[in-house]
C-alpha cells in the first residue's frame, strides 16, 4: 500500500507553491500581459477596420452621388442641347421660308413690272403699226383729227381686249 509521509507532503506542497509562485511571477506576468497587448492589438484592429469600413461606405456613398449628379447634368446637357438643336432648326425653318417668301414676292413684282412694260411696248408697237398702215391706206385722205380719234379708238379696243385677258 502507499505510505504518505508529511513532512514530504508538506515539503513538495511547499516547494509546488513556490515553484508555482515563481512562475507565476515569472512567467505568467509576461504570458498575461503578452495577451492582455494582444487583446488591445486586436481591438485596435478591428476599429481600425472598421472606421475604414465606415470611410469605404461613406466614400461609396459619395462616388454613387457624384455619379448620379453627373448623370443628371448629362441628361440635362442632353436635353439642353437638343432644346437648343430644335430651336436653331426652327428659327433656320423660318429664315428659310421667309426668304421664299421675300423672292416669290420679289419675283412676281419683276414679273408684273415685265408684263407692264411688254403691253406699254406692244401698245405702242401696234398704234405705230396701226398708223403705219392707215397711213398707207388713206395716205392724202385723212387728216390729222381722223388720225387722233382712229388712234385713241385702237387704245380703246385694246384696253378692252386686255382686260379681258386678265
Known sequence: ????????????????????GILWKIAWGPVTRLLRER????QR???????????MERLKADYEQQLAQIEAKAKELFAQAQREG?????????ATQEEARRLTEKTRRQLE???SRLIKELRTEVANLSILATEKLVRQTID???QTQFVEGL????DKYSKEIH
Not at 6 to 13: A, D, H, K, N, R
Not at 155 to 158: T, V
Open 113 to 115: 413690272e415685265e408684263k
Open 86 to 94: 430644335q430651336q436653331a432648326r426652327e428659327g433656320l425653318l423660318r
Open 1 to 20: 500500500m502507499i505510505e504518505i509521509n508529511l513532512g514530504v507532503l508538506l515539503v513538495q506542497v511547499v516547494t509546488f507553491l513556490i515553484g508555482v
Open 155 to 158: 387704245f380703246r379696243d385694246l
Open 39 to 42: 487583446r488591445e492589438h486586436i
Open 144 to 146: 390729222q383729227r381722223v
Open 45 to 55: 484592429d478591428l476599429q481600425t477596420a472598421e472606421r475604414a469600413k465606415q470611410d
